[in-house]
């Protein structure tokens, strides 16, 4: 059923050259999975801590890096910058690929990380990748992905998007109107090419196991259930302009239940064979979501693979078996593949106490890391896991990080327990691998953006490089 044909070990950093570091960072320097957070990829050494209480005290340089290798990070790219380890995210896409034993592709959602240098070095690695929007397709492209094994999804496509996925020969188009469906036939009638579609449906069930529920209600996204044959009824009409795939489903965001993963697969399946037998369409391609959960902090641990599949094998198994043609069933994993392949590292410019507390005002904030200030689609502010790069081996003490801007939310840390900082030290914001950057207000204030930088094959490559507020202009 899927394509195992792929090399999924080899290392696949196929970009044009970049510029590399004059001396490759020490094997020693890959970014570990935090503590509490460190699911299936083994152990830990960041040493990050979270709020008062979580300090593991003096704690070990993290995950052995010398201190000198971080500023010399800083002294070329300037400080705050992000790293990545494209390493790391490797492992985690074969983590989850082992963990479904070829029963279900990987698709990786570039909004989670869209940064070049990242998605060339998942080329050979994901099976695909889910966009949700032109650009985001053109990155796609520019890294390698093929526009087959390509999804595209969104409620606000325009009609120059749907034409240039179309154009590009896109896998699967996620309907999630009628009114999108008659649009992308317009479309491909007029250019004269078969616009390959799904339907991205809405499902009835709210599954209450999702943290951020993107279905199950009145919502922007997709078609409701309920309207699900006409819809199917339409596609079918308009064929051979929409060549009919099959289902799209995502009902949400941070899933830490492997049962609330197994219930929202069954009800898609359901829901596809229900639209099989009234309309007789076919689906050959079921794309089933993912909302894979992964912590930030240290308040819980992340979506358990291990208790996940011997539940979710079964369901899989059992819709391919009974399927008289073949099908391919995907899902699309974004921050469970990313996010703590990345850290944030910041310095401290100024100390000072108010009334009694410890803060520290550094030179990144919330306009590079929304996230990590609480404000972007977290239902409760809490902190990510924090480090101390410069010191780490100092005794702990209760402190609040605070960004650079005039927004008093903008708090990278809250009553935070972490090695004393001094000023001029580097800091790091871990599990800083997905919605980092691109989900920050970047304009905001007049600062620089950080460089991104990525860890591959053993040696650190500009992803993206600084940008000053003249470049916007
Ligand atoms: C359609 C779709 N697919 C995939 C994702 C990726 O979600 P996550 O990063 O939580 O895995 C999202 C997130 O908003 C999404 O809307």
């Given at each position: 059923m899927n394509d195992n044909t792929k090399d999924h070990t080899a290392a696949s950093f196929a970009g044009p050259p970049q510029e590399r570091l004059v001396v490759p960072l020490p094997e020693a320097m890959a970014l570990q999975p935090v503590p509490s957070?460190?699911?299936?990829?083994?152990?830990?050494?960041?040493?990050?801590?979270?709020?008062?209480g979580e300090a593991r005290a003096g704690g070990s340089s993290p995950a052995g890096i010398p201190r000198a290798d971080w500023e010399q990070l800083a002294a070329q790219h300037g400080t705050p910058y992000f790293l990545?380890?494209?390493?790391?995210?490797?492992?985690?896409?074969?983590a989850v690929r082992n963990a479904l034993e070829g029963t279900a592709q990987v698709y990786y959602a570039v909004k989670a990380n869209p940064n070049l240098a990242l998605l060339r070095s998942l080329?050979?690695?994901?099976?695909?990748?889910?966009?949700?929007?032109g650009g985001e397709l053109v990155q796609a492209q520019l890294a390698g992905f093929?526009?087959?094994?390509?999804?595209?999804?969104?409620?606000a496509k325009t009609s120059a998007e749907l034409e240039?996925?179309?154009?590009?020969?896109?896998?699967?188009?996620?309907?999630?109107?009628?009114?999108?469906?008659?649009?992308?036939?317009?479309i491909a009638r007029r250019i004269g090419m078969a616009a390959h579609v799904s339907l991205r449906v809405n499902p009835l069930q709210l599954n209450r196991a999702f943290g951020m529920k993107m279905g199950g209600r009145a919502i922007q996204f997709g078609i409701d259930e309920e309207e699900l044959p006409q819809a199917g009824a339409r596609v079918l009409a308009l064929s051979p302009w929409l060549d009919f795939q099959g289902i799209h489903a995502y009902v949400g965001s941070q899933c830490f239940d492997p049962a609330g993963i197994v219930e929202a697969t069954r009800n898609t399946l359901r829901i596809t064979r229900e639209l099989e037998q009234a309309s007789g369409l076919r689906c050959s391609k079921i794309n089933l979501g993912g909302g894979f959960g992964?912590?930030?902090?240290?308040?819980?641990?992340?979506?358990?693979?291990a208790a996940l599949a011997p539940e979710l094998l079964p369901v899989l198994k059992a819709h391919r078996d009974t399927t008289p043609w073949p099908c391919t069933l995907i899902f699309e994993l974004g921050r469970f593949l990313t996010a703590q392949a990345g850290i944030y590292v910041t310095r401290v410019v100024s100390r000072k106490a108010s009334r009694g507390k410890l803060f520290l005002a550094c030179d990144g904030g919330l306009n590079h890391h929304l996230g990590a200030a609480g404000t972007f689609g977290a239902t409760m502010r809490s902190n990510f896991a924090l480090c101390n790069l410069s010191?780490?081996?100092?005794?702990?003490?209760?402190?609040?990080?605070?960004?650079?801007?005039?927004?008093?939310?903008?708090?990278?840390?809250?009553?935070a327990l972490l090695p004393e900082p001094a000023e001029g030290d580097l800091l790091g914001v871990a599990?800083?691998?997905?919605?980092?950057?691109?989900?920050?207000?970047?304009?905001?204030?007049?600062?620089?953006?950080?460089?991104?930088?990525?860890?591959t094959d053993g040696a650190v490559v500009v992803g993206r490089r600084r940008h000053t507020i003249a470049d916007f202009n």
């Open positions: 957070c460190a699911g299936s990829l083994g152990a830990a050494d960041l040493s990050p801590v979270g709020g008062p990545y380890d494209a390493d790391q995210v490797r492992q985690r896409v074969q080329v050979s690695h994901a099976d695909g990748v889910d966009i949700s929007s093929d526009a087959a094994s390509m999804s595209l999804a969104g409620p240039a996925a179309i154009r590009a020969g896109v896998g699967c188009i996620s309907m999630e109107s009628v009114r999108e469906i008659e649009e992308c036939a317009r992964v912590s930030h902090g240290q308040e819980r641990r992340e979506l358990d693979l010191r780490p081996q100092a005794t702990p003490r209760v402190c609040s990080l605070a960004g650079p801007s005039c927004n008093p939310t903008d708090l990278l840390g809250v009553d599990m800083s691998g997905s919605y980092g950057l691109t989900a920050s207000p970047i304009l905001f204030l007049g600062r620089d953006t950080p460089a991104e930088l990525v860890r």
